[in-house]
């Protein structure tokens, strides 16, 4: 491919790892999803970026609000098509056309658009839109071209990581077949003809949480460690992100696998993500992925700009002791702290079966979520399978594997939130 820059979306308990790994090569931006009933004004979120040292930033739409507040700002923006107009842009080029000219077009170059990510995740959509992905690309290209802006700006799409057949090791990355010839090959051929880069949406949290038992901390954390040496080709991987990009880097570019180190061209990465966005659906980690809370307060003290990535720490924020912590925000004493609850996207049979289980011959402390007591509402399946899972984990003191429930839980390092409930922790 002419260029091989990636970008990455990456959890936000791997923030500074991410940031590191890019070091003086590269870019970080930043992921702003607005899934949230208080956030800042869109013209306030562009004075906090600027303010903040990030210049770059992806959206997942093209609100007009949004693009208008980034006008004339100097911050370069990734615009995304949803992945519900992908049928009508790839079988229509005059759709395409009105798309690009409504919502690319009437803003550049004022707002500095950079790029447009066609749909999102198109794999697993589970409308079944893959068929779509590239000939809407390419029509949305065709409209750049027409508006003479086709040098200016990028198209390309966000791949799952889970289009992977396999991952580990690395070296033995390999994409699924069945998506192999019909949408892998044409896309990465259009990539390298327009000089664009493959977008991959790379989620280190999500295969340590599963993993917890197999996966150092340190090795997912960027801290020292050990080290792990991938079988097939001897390289030895510091890092968990670094094993995932390689991994996607080995099925489409194998030459690149031939060093003994690890080195990176340019990577772009975009952090998961700038705010903590309360109306997002599932777990509650999907609330809490922020870097800055919708008070426009640091989450984590962490280094967002290239001078301050020296010696950055990753540590949640609450120099004032006296202050209550916000909704979500982790205060001084819940530092280190850890919680097990329910994978709301686990088969139900699966979770009913666990909490079952751990309320009977499990030996987790059920008394709070029975009809009447604290922690009975809410009257979800979700949050009574997390107490329950929470309590059991507790219990073994927070050991490795005690947080899997087949695959029907994992651990979290903010305190879930299920109405008045509180969850124990420790000794508490």
């Avoid at 309320?359 to 329950?388: F, K, V």
């Amino acid at each position: 491919m002419a260029s091989r820059a990636f970008y990455l979306l990456v959890s936000a308990i791997f923030l500074l790892s991410a940031i590191v790994a890019s070091d003086a090569a590269g870019s970080v931006g930043i992921n702003y999803g607005r899934v949230a009933d208080n956030l800042p004004s869109q013209e306030k979120v562009a004075g906090l970026l600027k303010t903040q040292g990030i210049n770059k930033v992806k959206l997942y739409d093209t609100s007009a609000t949004v693009l208008t507040a980034l006008a004339k700002s100097g911050i370069s923006v990734v615009v995304a098509l949803p992945n519900e107009l992908l049928a009508a842009t790839a079988t229509d080029q005059s759709a395409a056309d009105n798309w690009v000219q409504s919502n690319v077009t009437k803003f550049y170059p004022q707002t500095k658009i950079e790029a447009i990510a066609v749909g999102n995740e198109v794999f697993v959509d589970p409308k079944n839109t893959t068929r779509y992905l590239v000939p809407a690309m390419k029509n949305i290209h065709a409209s750049l071209v027409k508006s003479k802006l086709d040098s200016a700006i990028k198209i390309s799409s966000p791949i799952a990581f889970s289009a992977l057949k396999n991952s580990y090791p690395s070296s033995a990355g390999l994409f699924k077949q069945e998506l192999v010839e019909p949408v892998i090959k044409p896309m990465l051929d259009f990539l390298k003809e327009t000089g664009s880069y493959l977008m991959v949406n790379a989620y280190p949290f999500f295969a340590y949480s599963a993993n917890s038992d197999q996966i150092s901390l340190d090795y997912a954390l960027f801290k020292d460690n050990t080290g792990v040496v991938d079988s097939g080709n001897g390289l030895k991987y510091h890092s968990l992100f670094e094993a995932q990009i390689d991994a996607v880097f080995a099925d489409s570019l194998p030459c690149r696998l031939s060093n003994t180190t690890t080195p990176y061209d340019p990577l772009n990465v975009y952090l998961f993500a700038l705010f903590n966005e309360n109306q997002k659906p599932g777990p509650t980690s999907e609330r809490n992925y922020g870097l800055i809370y919708p008070n426009e307060q640091k989450v984590y003290n962490i280094p967002l700009t290239r001078e301050e990535l020296k010696g950055g720490q990753s540590t949640p924020v609450n120099t004032n002791t006296n202050r209550v912590p916000l909704a979500g925000e982790v205060s001084k004493t819940q530092v280190g702290q850890t919680w097990c609850i329910a994978n709301g996207k686990a088969d139900r049979k699966k979770l009913q079966d666990a909490l079952d289980y751990e309320c009977g011959d499990g030996g987790s402390d059920c008394n709070a979520i029975q009809p009447g007591a604290t922690c009975y509402n809410p009257n979800s399946l979700e949050a009574h399978a997390s107490y329950a899972f929470n309590s059991y984990y507790q219990k073994k003191t927070r050991a490795a594997g005690t947080c899997e429930f087949g695959g029907a839980a994992y651990v979290v390092s903010q305190r879930p939130a299920y109405g008045n409930c509180e969850f124990p922790t420790g000794g508490h």
